[in-house]
């Protein structure tokens, strides 16, 4: 029968038991992971958010009605125990609990929808399909504990840089960008759109005179793609600063990306042996790639690339297998860049713009804007979009608009990067991609 919580509390997580405790009394909760009934001595495995603590049941040691109660437990039931530390070598962690009290909070439905031990393979829909079950994994778990840590370490990293946190709106009247990639929704009486981007609110927040601003938060992108590193749901980590260029940007984006990194090493090492990677801070300055050179190595590869084309996925493995850690890719041409991306001043067919790829993954796009308004209203007209859609945008550009720069971090590719997923779903609690809209 199941219990209610009462005045029952956790006293220690499964990281702050050791065998040091040992003949102290502690309140532990969480999942039955395994179950061993060996007739005379019962072991179960609890585990909690930070890893499993063994619970040892001898029939020497307690009564005879705890000892049924336990051997009527259920696999992934979640349960409380009050009992005495043990050290034990051969438990997890060094330590055991004997216990004297086990309340049974919710009991568990079986079969599971997968195996939480991980010793049974499970297809990624499935796991999707449940993933509150999936997150009781281990590997998964990992994973989300070391995006957690990453995303404190950049809005710390900010912070400390004299960023101002801003929140823009994510629903709009037209496209960020322009092009065709939107949501539309109904808005009361007429069509909205889901933000593609804060980029616009970036830089006008700009002319507010905030000087440099973050954001982390969801963007929305319409693109039909089906791929192991796109998702139509998506956090971007967002920034912009103003008395600057994108050299100076492209600093701090190292800087940050650097300091992450070396904070995940540093407090993740439970998760990163989980997953088994050997995380590594690459070295400073990241090495800078013209595109012209990219279009060079590319056809090299045998893959065909024409002067003036993104980087198909084709030629993002052939760069890729050249560069083997973070690097910029730089003097992106004009043309294929976005209205707002500054020209280079002394040749104006390349732009001010620059991409940040871990080996054949863009993890980053940025650049200088362009801060002067009928340069703006120019190239807007240029692109084959309408000034008009842009009102609001463009009067910023009127009261005086400093110099500036920004850019936007994919958060999940980013983990990606971290912690060798190769599906960027993996990074996502709840993945939205173009067949998955649940749970």
Not at 104 to 116: A, G, M
Not at 291 to 318: C, P, Q
């Amino acid at each position: 029968m199941t219990d209610s919580l009462g005045d029952w509390r956790r006293t220690h997580y499964s990281k702050r038991i050791s065998p040091e405790l040992s003949g102290e009394k502690v309140t532990v909760m969480g999942w039955i992971h395994e179950i061993r009934d060996l007739g005379g001595i019962i072991f179960v495995l609890l585990r909690d958010r930070d890893g499993l603590i063994q619970i040892t049941a001898p029939s020497k040691k307690i009564t005879k009605e705890l000892l049924e109660e336990i051997r009527k437990l259920r696999r992934e039931s979640v349960i409380a125990v009050k009992g005495t530390v043990q050290d034990s070598s051969k438990a997890p962690g060094g330590f055991e609990i004997i216990p004297a009290e086990v309340k049974l909070l919710n009991e568990s439905k079986l079969p599971l929808p997968l195996d939480t031990t991980e010793k049974v393979h499970a297809e990624i829909d499935t796991r999707l399909d449940s993933r509150y079950v999936d997150l009781r994994r281990a590997s998964v778990s990992a994973i989300f504990k070391i995006k957690s840590r990453m995303l404190h370490s950049v809005r710390s990293f900010f912070e400390e840089g004299e960023f101002i946190e801003i929140n823009t709106p994510k629903l709009g009247a037209s496209a960020t960008e322009g092009g065709t990639e939107l949501f539309p929704i109904t808005y009361f009486e007429r069509e909205a759109f889901l933000s593609q981007s804060p980029q616009l609110y970036k830089q006008m927040m700009m002319a507010s005179g905030l000087d440099k601003v973050y954001e982390i938060a969801q963007i929305f992108r319409a693109e039909e793609h089906d791929t192991l590193r796109h998702l139509n749901e998506a956090i971007s980590i967002d920034a912009e600063a103003s008395f600057c260029n994108h050299e100076d940007m492209m600093n701090v984006l190292e800087g940050l990306v650097r300091t992450a990194i070396k904070n995940v090493r540093e407090q993740c090492e439970d998760e990163l042996k989980i997953l088994g990677v050997d995380l590594e801070v690459p070295e400073a300055p990241f090495e800078r790639v013209d595109y012209d050179d990219v279009v060079d190595i590319v056809n090299s590869k045998g893959v065909n690339m024409k002067y003036g084309e993104d980087l198909s996925r084709a030629a993002e493995k052939a760069i890729g297998e050249k560069m083997d850690d973070y690097y910029f890719i730089t003097g992106w041409p004009t043309d294929i860049k976005p209205f707002y991306v500054m020209p280079d001043s002394e040749n104006p067919g390349k732009s001010c713009a620059f991409d940040l790829m871990y080996k054949d993954l863009e993890i980053s796009s940025g650049a200088q804007r362009l801060h002067i308004h009928d340069i703006l209203v120019e190239r807007i007209k240029k692109q084959g979009l309408n000034p008009a859609s842009f009102e609001r945008y463009l009067a910023a550009f009127e009261y005086g608009m400093p110099p500036h720069a920004g850019w936007g971090l994919g958060a999940e590719r980013f983990t990606m990067c971290i912690t060798g997923a190769k599906n960027v779903r993996e990074t996502v609690l709840f993945p939205r991609d173009r067949r998955r809209l649940t749970p």
